[in-house]
C-alpha cells in the first residue's frame, strides 16, 4: 500500500469508527505503530483528523458534536486520574448527581458500591454503573441523545426543577473566562444549567484539552464552579483567570 493511501484509510477508518487507537490501526492495516504515530501527526497538521492521547478522532469544531465512543477512546488515563481525586469529594449521606460524559462515568467506576451515597443521572450507561451492590441510583427519565446518550428534553427537565443535589460531578465540552462552559446541543445546556443551578457543591471534572475551547451554547459562567479537576498542570497566567472567579483548582493530577 502507497503512503497516501494508508493515510486516506487511516481517515476513512478513524471517522467511520468515531476514533481509532493506534493499536487498532496498526493492526488492521498491518504497518508498525510508529508508522502510524508519524501518519496521524502529518494528518493532524493537515486539518483531517485530531490525535487523542493514544489514537486518533475525527476533526471537530464549535458547531461539531464529537459522539460517546469518540470520548470514550481520549485521553483515559488523565479521566481516570481525575476520578481519583474527584472522588475524595464524596461523603456518607450525600445525593450526588452525575452529568452524562466519558469523564463522569470514569468517576462513577470508582465510587464506592457500598451504597453511601444515593447516586442521580441523565445517563443510562453511568446508572448501570453506578448500580452496582448496595448503591440506589434514580435516572431523571426523558429523551435519550443518540450522540452523547445523554437524556434530555421537558420529562428529565421537569425531574430537575424537582429535586435538589448536595454534590455535582460535572462535564464540558470546552471552558474559557469569557465564554465559561459550553457544549454544543441547547437541550444538553439547559439539562447542565439545571444541573448547576439545583446542586449546593459544582465539581467541574474536566481535562486540560477542554481549557480555551468554546462551543455553540453557554451553560453556566466559571463563577458556578466550585471545584475544577483537571489532569495537566495550568500555567500560571490560567490559573489565576480561573482562581479570580472563586474556584478551586487542583490541577496536575496525572502526574
Same mark, same amino acid.
Given at each position: 500500500?502507497?503512503?497516501?493511501?494508508r493515510? =486516506?484509510?487511516i481517515?476513512?477508518?478513524?471517522?467511520?469508527?468515531?476514533?481509532? +487507537?493506534v493499536? !487498532?490501526?496498526?493492526?488492521h492495516? @498491518?504497518? !508498525?505503530?510508529a508508522t502510524?504515530?508519524?501518519?496521524l =501527526?502529518?494528518?493532524?497538521?493537515r486539518g483531517?483528523i485530531?490525535? +487523542?492521547?493514544?489514537?486518533?478522532?475525527?476533526?471537530?469544531?464549535? @458547531?461539531?458534536e /464529537?459522539?460517546?465512543g469518540?470520548k470514550?477512546v /481520549?485521553?483515559? #488515563?488523565?479521566?481516570?486520574?481525575?476520578?481519583?481525586r474527584?472522588? #475524595?469529594?464524596?461523603a456518607?449521606? /450525600?445525593?450526588?448527581?452525575?452529568?452524562?460524559?466519558?469523564? $463522569?462515568?470514569?468517576?462513577?467506576?470508582?465510587? &464506592?458500591?457500598?451504597?453511601?451515597?444515593l447516586?442521580?443521572t %441523565?445517563?443510562?450507561?453511568?446508572?448501570?454503573?453506578? %448500580?452496582?451492590?448496595?448503591? #440506589?441510583?434514580?435516572?431523571?427519565?426523558?429523551?435519550?441523545?443518540?450522540? $452523547?446518550?445523554?437524556?434530555v428534553? &421537558? $420529562?428529565?427537565?421537569s425531574?430537575? #426543577?424537582? $429535586?435538589?443535589?448536595?454534590?455535582?460531578?460535572l @462535564?464540558?465540552?470546552?471552558?474559557?473566562?469569557?465564554?465559561?462552559?459550553?457544549? &454544543? %446541543?441547547?437541550?444538553e445546556?439547559?439539562?447542565k444549567?439545571?444541573?448547576v443551578?439545583?446542586?449546593?457543591?459544582?465539581v467541574l471534572?474536566?481535562?486540560?484539552?477542554k481549557? @480555551?475551547?468554546r !462551543?455553540?451554547?453557554?451553560?453556566?459562567?466559571l463563577e458556578?464552579?466550585?471545584?475544577?479537576?483537571t489532569?495537566g498542570?495550568?500555567d500560571?497566567?490560567s490559573?489565576?483567570?480561573i482562581? +479570580?472567579?472563586?474556584?478551586?483548582?487542583v490541577?496536575?493530577?496525572?502526574?
Amino acid at each position: 500500500m502507497l503512503p497516501a493511501e494508508r493515510k =486516506r484509510r487511516i481517515v476513512e477508518l478513524v471517522s467511520d469508527s468515531d476514533g481509532r +487507537s493506534v493499536e !487498532s490501526l496498526s493492526e488492521h492495516l @498491518g504497518y !508498525s505503530k510508529a508508522t502510524i504515530r508519524r501518519d496521524l =501527526r502529518e494528518l493532524e497538521d493537515r486539518g483531517l483528523i485530531e490525535r +487523542s492521547h493514544g489514537g486518533a478522532v475525527p476533526v471537530t469544531s464549535v @458547531g461539531r458534536e /464529537q459522539t460517546y465512543g469518540q470520548k470514550e477512546v /481520549q485521553n483515559l #488515563e488523565g479521566k481516570r486520574a481525575i476520578a481519583d481525586r474527584a472522588v #475524595e469529594e464524596l461523603a456518607e449521606g /450525600q445525593v450526588v448527581f452525575f452529568d452524562a460524559g466519558t469523564t $463522569t462515568m470514569e468517576v462513577a467506576r470508582k465510587v &464506592p458500591k457500598d451504597g453511601t451515597i444515593l447516586g442521580v443521572t %441523565n445517563s443510562p450507561r453511568l446508572a448501570i454503573e453506578l %448500580n452496582e451492590e448496595d448503591n #440506589e441510583v434514580k435516572l431523571t427519565g426523558g429523551t435519550l441523545r443518540r450522540r $452523547t446518550k445523554a437524556l434530555v428534553g &421537558p $420529562t428529565a427537565e421537569s425531574f430537575m #426543577e424537582r $429535586t435538589n443535589f448536595d454534590l455535582l460531578f460535572l @462535564g464540558t465540552n470546552g471552558f474559557d473566562v469569557e465564554s465559561g462552559l459550553t457544549t &454544543p %446541543n441547547e437541550d444538553e445546556a439547559r439539562m447542565k444549567e439545571l444541573m448547576v443551578e439545583k446542586a449546593a457543591k459544582v465539581v467541574l471534572v474536566a481535562d486540560l484539552s477542554k481549557l @480555551g475551547r468554546r !462551543s455553540f451554547v453557554q451553560f453556566a459562567s466559571l463563577e458556578e464552579i466550585d471545584l475544577f479537576i483537571t489532569d495537566g498542570t495550568l500555567d500560571a497566567d490560567s490559573r489565576e483567570e480561573i482562581e +479570580s472567579a472563586g474556584v478551586t483548582v487542583v490541577d496536575g493530577v496525572a502526574r
